[in-house]
């Protein structure tokens, strides 16, 4: 049987991982031993809340690690050559979906080996979905350039393309530089154009909100170290 590398949505935060994830992503969960993550000390907390069966000591937990482009990626999926499927588990979110993981899918396909994406959460779908904008086109652009005058021009670019194509702009900032993302955001842009704030997306502090940038700048909301869709 060819081995499969199972795609595993975590569940960005939520308390109760069986209101967000299906019993056949959990039982595929159960199943298996062997796992690439970002992180081993949360990955471990996640799988842990999934009630895993296998024994903490047990599990055999590979990091990936996004800062190393030149990491051996058959390396990390050695077990699949012995015929041992494995799980890829993000950090937040979905696999391969800005998110490092995509490297492992691609070193996957490369071998013949089986890729099966699980059912899950996906941050960016939620929030797209519960936005008020268009779904029928979208574009995600991952993180803003972090120098001032080159975020400046990204935005006003997708400000553009949001009217030109109408088309949806999706973004995400590292958590603690979500305030300063946030008042970049109200000062380049129109007060007409809408911007949807998502954050803390599946836990009970999850909130959601479509307003016009004129809108905002009376009452801009604190997103300091918040998982945050723009």
């Known amino acids: 049987m060819i081995p499969t590398l199972y795609l595993i949505p975590s569940t960005l935060g939520a308390e109760n991982v069986n209101d967000f994830l299906p019993e056949g992503t959990l039982t ?5 031993q062997y796992f690439i993550v970002e992180d081993s000390k949360t990955a471990r907390a996640f799988l842990k809340t999934c009630s895993i069966t296998i024994p903490q000591s047990e599990l055999v937990i590979q ?3 996004k800062h190393q482009p030149d990491q051996d990626m058959a390396e990390l999926l ?5 015929g041992i499927s494995m799980g890829l588990l993000s950090e937040a979110g979905c696999p391969g979906v800005a998110d490092p993981g995509a490297r492992v899918v691609a070193e996957a396909h490369r071998n013949g080996y ?3 994406p699980l059912v899950g ?3 960016l779908l939620l929030a797209l979905m519960a936005s ?11 993180y803003l350039p972090i120098d001032k005058a080159e975020r400046m021009k990204k935005i006003q670019r997708m400000e553009e393309a949001a009217k030109s194509k109408k088309e949806t702009q999706l973004f995400i900032e590292t958590p603690y530089r979500n305030n300063q993302l946030l008042a ?5 842009l129109s007060g007409e154009t809408k911007i949807c704030l998502a954050s803390d997306l599946t836990t009970p502090d999850e909130h959601i909100r479509t307003l016009k ?3 905002w700048k009376k009452s801009p909301p604190e997103l300091h170290k918040k998982p945050c869709v723009f």
Do not use: A, N, T
Request: glycine letters at 8%.
């Open 28 to 32: 595929i969960i159960r199943s298996l």
């Open 63 to 65: 990091e990936l690690d």
């Open 78 to 82: 050695l077990p699949m050559k012995s």
């Open 114 to 116: 089986k890729v099966m």
């Open 121 to 123: 959460p996906s941050s």
């Open 132 to 142: 008020g904008l268009s779904g029928q086109q979208f574009c995600f652009h991952g």
């Open 184 to 188: 970049d955001l109200l000062q380049y």
């Open 213 to 215: 940038v004129k809108d």
